[in-house]
């Protein structure tokens, strides 16, 4: 981009801060992340969204429970706007409430990420301390999009702790650390990163390899901001809509309590 053509990335008057959540690699936990931590700052108070900017596999909805509802469409000074679900005190977006998953899977990348920049730009958020935004795997077309045109205050980066992954999850904070379009890497979320049964919480069996997300924070001089187990409920729980049963269980909530604060802290919210 040349000095006479500068990227002009565009603000939301009223969102404070915009947080995206990624990962080079595809089912590491990236949506459970992005809605425990959207849980977990509004129970702090924060006034919170929750974007689903995954057009592929969508799964807000069903975290959520929210497969049925549909959004109010309204018109404001001219322009179609539409009314975000609310839950658990979150606001809450994603083409899963308008579009058949099956039918979005098949999108080419400008449609994605022009169906991305439509729910950014018209849904009524209101005022916001933050949004969370959860995003697709990879480096594609959504990424890029969102870098370029908004106003990213950081992103998080969720892997699990195996090789292969962090490999994967390199390419993808190499594309947010862009000098041109990039954002503040706020930290790295390790997750599954070992396993401890309910009933014999002093147990912990590492499971796929160890050390992975320290090594990759400790590359790229960013904070590991947790360690997040594998916990049999979690799994069972977000599939059926229960985020606030997962937010409460004890070996979730206090991982959670701590990423919210580290970011919180490196993101404060100003009048
Ligand atoms: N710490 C965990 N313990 C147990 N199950 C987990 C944990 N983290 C995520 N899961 C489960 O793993 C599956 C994948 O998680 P999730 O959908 O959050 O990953 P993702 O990175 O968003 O995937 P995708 O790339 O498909 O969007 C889900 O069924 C989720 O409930
Ligand atoms: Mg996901």
């Not at 658990?88 to 899977?105: T, Y």
């Not at 480096?139 to 950081?154: F, N, R």
Request: proline content about 6%.
């Amino acid at each position: 981009m040349s000095k006479d053509n500068p990227i002009v990335k565009k603000e939301l008057k009223e969102v404070k801060n915009i947080i995206i959540v990624a990962s080079g690699k595809g089912g590491v936990g990236k949506s459970t992340v992005a809605a425990s931590l959207a849980m977990t700052l509004a129970m702090e108070g924060y006034s919170t969204g929750l974007l689903d900017a995954d057009i592929y596999g969508p799964s807000l909805p069903m975290m959520f429970d929210i497969q049925q509802c549909r959004p109010t469409v309204v018109e404001e000074n001219g322009k179609t706007m539409i009314e975000p679900i609310v839950r658990f005190g979150i606001k809450l977006m994603s083409i899963g409430l308008f579009v058949d998953p099956a039918k979005a899977a098949i999108w080419r990348g400008p449609l994605a990420a022009s169906g991305m920049k439509q729910m950014i730009d018209q849904t009524q958020w209101g005022k916001l301390d933050y949004l969370i935004v959860d995003t697709p795997p990879g480096t594609g077309d959504i990424h890029i999009s969102l870098l370029q045109e908004y106003k990213v205050s950081g992103v998080v980066i969720v892997t699990t702790p195996q090789m292969l992954s962090t490999g994967d999850v390199q390419k993808a904070i190499n594309l947010y650390a862009d000098k041109t379009i990039g954002v503040p890497v706020l930290g790295v979320i390790e997750n599954m990163a070992w396993f401890t049964p309910e009933n014999h919480p002093e147990e912990k069996y590492i499971l796929f390899g160890k050390g992975g997300g320290d090594a990759l924070a400790k590359k790229f001089s960013v904070p590991l901001l947790a360690q997040i187990p594998l916990n049999e409920k979690l799994c069972q729980e977000c599939d059926y809509g229960k985020m606030n049963e997962v937010i409460n269980s004890s070996l979730i909530k206090t991982h959670f309590d701590s990423i919210a604060n580290q970011i919180t802290k490196q993101l404060p919210v100003t009048e």
